[in-house]
């Protein structure tokens, strides 16, 4: 064996349309183990194990050729399944003694390729550095083709997957102990996924009921189709080692009044969403603090204070009151232009909903006065404001009411609406937006007014500033 039929498939001599001859040597290779001792078993195996002697093809690729036995698959229904579009994967090609592919180690069917022990895998085993997997678990564990197979994913590919998890979920994910000392005193301790566990944990593979294939992470065991073991407790036990979602999650999500799948947006983004809750927190104003360190003493001196506080006095005077603002109704010409399709009235300056409603249902704003100087009452010279932004307007807006004017006519009006903005001078908001029927209402309502005051006088303009 060793002198006559290794060396010939060593040299290349056999042709592999050559089945009789290929048949006979496995015959000749079949019964040299099952006769020879222990040792010499042990040698020619070893020696096999290197020789490619095996005819084997390539169903992706459609080619033949001579492998080792590390290098070829059995031609099973599960393995063809398997290794279906790998291009990389050769299967034996005709018959093969199923003793030989005991013998040979030639997979028949899928498994974790990992280190085994009993109780604890070692890992490293060097001076002053020891690694071991405790209870069978070994960090390296990984399945042939695994990663091309979740690239192609199909149904019957996840079924066969999730069975080969369900088997070996102790190869998922484990402990694994590191210490100085050989005996592992003073260990410490990491929970890891293993090469599989962390694949099949991080793609999405695992289909739902309309064979969509998802994350993990977005599934309840129960969203898997029929086919595939959910009812047991090794699947719960894997389902949560995968990080499926728990039936927690919608109880969670119920109680809370948020849509289930807010739920799994924050398990997997768990840093913006702290992020966002420490910005909220930091963003909080601390309250004001006046702690009388003597109650009694400070109950005192207010009883005499409001004793002693002045009598509100009055006086009559005269004053100019305008009577024309009656004609108009600039509210409800504000909310017919400044109401959203959803109903909702909008600030034109901070482009927010209104604060508030009134009992009766209508928002509550404030509707201010854009230009003074207008002589005639235009229900377009009004802004539709929230009570902070009409006080924003109102006492802190540097923009002049002449420059307040020529930003309006300096706007086209044929410009999309939602370039309809003029840019004044206040501290907090500065882009004041119209919509386009309001906007050329209030254009028209300044070109009458400058076309019958070309220019306002100065005691006009102070009384405006007044």
């Known amino acids: ?21 290929n048949r006979q040597n496995l015959k000749f290779i079949q019964e040299a183990l099952l006769c020879t001792s222990y040792q010499k078993r042990h040698e020619l195996i070893s020696k096999l194990s290197k020789i490619p002697f095996i005819q084997a093809s390539n169903v992706k690729a459609s080619e033949r050729g001579w492998k080792t036995p590390s290098e070829v698959y059995s031609r099973t229904k599960e393995l063809l399944t398997w290794f279906e579009g790998n291009e990389q994967v050769w299967f034996i090609t ?22 085994t022990a009993t109780g604890h895998v070692v890992i490293r085993n060097e001076w002053g550095f020891n690694q071991r997997g405790l209870h069978d678990f070994d960090p390296g564990a990984n399945v042939d083709g695994l990663q091309r197979s979740l690239e192609l994913i199909t149904i019957d590919k996840a079924k066969i997957l999730w069975n080969i998890l369900l088997k070996y979920r102790y190869l998922v994910k484990g402990v694994v102990e590191t210490s100085k000392y050989k005996d592992f005193r003073n260990p410490r301790s990491e929970e890891t996924f293993s090469q599989m566990g962390q694949l099949c944990s991080k793609e999405a593979w695992l289909p739902n009921q309309n064979g969509d294939f998802c994350f993990p992470e977005e599934l309840f065991l129960n969203d898997l189709p029929e086919g595939f073991e959910k009812s047991t407790n090794e699947a719960q036990e894997l389902a949560m080692t995968l990080g499926m979602r728990k039936a927690e999650e919608l109880q969670l999500a119920d109680k809370l009044g948020i849509p289930h799948e807010l739920i799994s947006f924050i398990q997997r983004d768990r840093e913006v969403i702290l992020a966002l809750y420490q910005e909220q927190q930091q963003k909080k104003v601390p309250l004001p603090s006046s702690i009388t360190n003597d109650p009694a003493r400070r109950t005192d001196k207010a009883v005499e204070a409001a004793y002693n506080a002045a009598v509100k006095t009055y006086k009559a005077v005269s004053i100019n009151r305008r009577i024309s603002a009656g004609n108009i109704e600039p509210k409800a010409y504000l909310r017919n232009h400044h109401t959203n399709a959803e109903g909702q009235l909008i600030c034109q300056l901070c482009n927010q909903t209104m604060p508030f409603q009134f009992p009766e249902g209508e928002d509550f704003f404030v509707a201010c006065q854009y230009i003074e100087l207008l002589e005639k009452e235009h229900e377009a010279n009004y802004l539709a404001l929230c009570p902070n932004c009409a006080a924003e307007f109102q006492y802190a807006c540097q923009t002049v009411e002449d420059k307040r004017a020529e930003l309006i006519l300096d706007l086209d009006l044929t410009i999309d609406e939602a370039n309809l903005v003029v840019h004044i001078d206040t501290p907090v908001h500065q882009c004041l937006r119209f ?26 303009m102070d009384m405006s500033v007044t």
Request: hydrophobic fraction near 40%; proline fraction near 9%.
């Open 94 to 115: 005709g018959s093969f003694p199923k003793s030989l592919l005991n013998d040979l180690n030639i997979p028949i069917n899928l498994r974790p390729r990992a280190k």
């Open 1 to 21: 064996m060793l002198t006559h039929i290794i060396p010939l498939y060593e040299a290349g001599k056999f042709a592999l349309d050559n089945e009789v001859r």
């Open 435 to 460: 919509t386009q029927r309001h906007f050329i209402d209030l254009q028209m309502a300044i070109k009458d007014w400058l076309k019958a005051d070309p220019e306002p006088t100065k005691q006009e």
